[in-house]
């Protein structure tokens, strides 16, 4: 590449945060996002959170730009050399107050290093407590109708790096319905890299859209105790993959960034209860029959 | 060693298994521990487990006998080269209905390995939700009793390797008001493999002793919804510890061991609260400002 790239995606990137945040907050119609700028040795970010909305309980929306040297464990962690590096990137978390509402989850980032090379990463992906499978199919519809605009391939590589990346193994579970998810992209030239920085932002305003539909749709609906129990047991899952599998999680505790904003990926409550197996027949437990990796949502 | 004795430790680890569960539910004086004995390729268990007492919100007390083949990553984790391995042990966590008594863990194990080394390890600590010197001060006086009838190094050893491990970097913050963890300590021969034998057993012996006094002296005093609320924060740390660093947790997970078993150690419920900040003076910082390491609680 030769030329950084980096204060153009990060000024990008930023828009998208605001302008998701925007989005929700319309969404929501009650709450609003709060802003906290920080700035630590290894750069600045801003974080954007949103507490005890109508419909959502928890919204975080994170920008940061960091730089610094790679430590040993980064470097391993990301399969590369020490060396200097540059990284920018949005990533978001939503807890519904529903437990019909899935959580659903975006991350769109860029990475330079000091020789030369620089890649993409990011994805979107959804955790229904229940699963729906007409709204996973539309979701999956949607995400496709942005990969294909950018690349053929796109959706069912990345959909497969979804299935895997996602995935708990200790549980014998997916974290949820999926959706495209990549590690690295390393643009080929110029424009290559225009043609993923435009697909990480596509993404980046896909995001608030479906999610908006979704709450919307389902937000007014009627729940049982029963359901939000369920909710609370799968928001457990969802601790248990953030702080043991995901990568984004790791690195930024291991790299020194700010933990109450990394750490904002956790559910205001989540509860765990010794071998709750649900009924036979249930919803509860047919959407465990349905955490499992390549499903053909679309054409379910 | 030579001769392997992990039948016989397998079974007074065993009986210190029973002895806990009949003293803690004696303590308790309402709940009872179910029984669920597993067995898998590894190994076999006896899961014993405690829910909605009066006093104990969540006990678990996993008692395990297993072996197999080392796995590359855990001999990694480790710090062994692969072959075959015997281990047994004792683990237990209770979390408290009171947000005044503190939650308290205990660990002992024995492993083998078929190159002739042995090795065992453990240890207690409590982690208040809010710290009470004086109790802190008791709890090490019991810790160091007992610790010296065996070797007077063991305590100074010991309280440090805990104030190590039971730390979260990402916070700065030790777990609780630490205790006493050893990791590997290998018996020279045949007598101090006894002498540690015995220690071990000490300590599963000394555990339920401690918490049952706890128990009794707290478990009736008035809390209100704002230390209930602290509680649940600091439950939140205690997943955040137990999935990000705790080494029996990831090499429980990694070996292929019981999921719910090895997850029993999570709290019934945990919340996160974004930059949750108690205020000046209260006692909420208080047990902020106390939760650092070398603190000498026996002689504060």
Request: overall charge negative; hydrophobic content about 35%.
């Amino acid at each position: 590449m030769g030329k950084s790239m980096i204060s153009e995606v990060a000024s990008r990137y930023r828009e998208i945060q605001d302008r998701a945040c925007e989005m929700l907050e319309k969404a929501d119609s009650i709450a609003k996002f709060s802003r906290n700028s920080w700035e630590k040795e290894i750069g600045s970010g801003m974080t954007r959170v949103l507490e005890n909305g109508a419909k959502i309980e928890k919204a975080a929306i994170n920008f940061s730009h960091v730089s610094g040297e790679y430590t040993s464990e980064m470097a391993k962690m990301a399969g590369r050399s020490s060396g200097r590096f540059a990284a920018t990137g949005v990533s978001s978390i939503i807890h519904p107050v529903s437990p019909l509402v899935p959580i659903i989850h975006m991350n769109i980032r860029y990475f330079e290093l000091n020789d030369g090379t620089s890649w993409f990463g990011g994805g979107i992906d959804l955790t229904p407590h229940y699963v729906d499978k007409a709204e996973a199919s539309w979701f999956h519809k949607k995400l496709k109708g942005t990969c294909d605009l950018y690349d053929l391939n796109f959706y069912s590589e990345f959909k497969k790096q979804a299935d895997d990346y996602f995935f708990l193994p200790h549980r014998n579970e997916t974290r949820g319905v999926g959706g495209v998810f990549f590690d690295q992209i390393e643009p080929s030239g110029m424009e290559d890299f225009e043609k993923l920085f435009d697909f990480t932002s596509a993404l980046g305003k896909l995001y608030p859209e479906i999610y908006s539909e979704i709450l919307g749709k389902k937000s007014n609906l009627d729940y049982s105790e029963k359901e939000k129990s369920w909710q609370y047991v799968r928001r457990g899952r969802y601790v248990e993959f953030n702080l043991l599998y995901d990568r984004g999680t790791k690195f930024g505790l291991a790299s020194g960034g700010n933990t109450e904003s990394i750490l904002l990926s956790m559910p205001p409550q989540a509860n765990w209860a010794y071998q709750y197996l649900p009924e036979e027949g249930s919803l509860e437990n047919e959407t465990l029959d349905l955490l499992k990796k390549d499903i053909d949502w679309i054409n379910l």
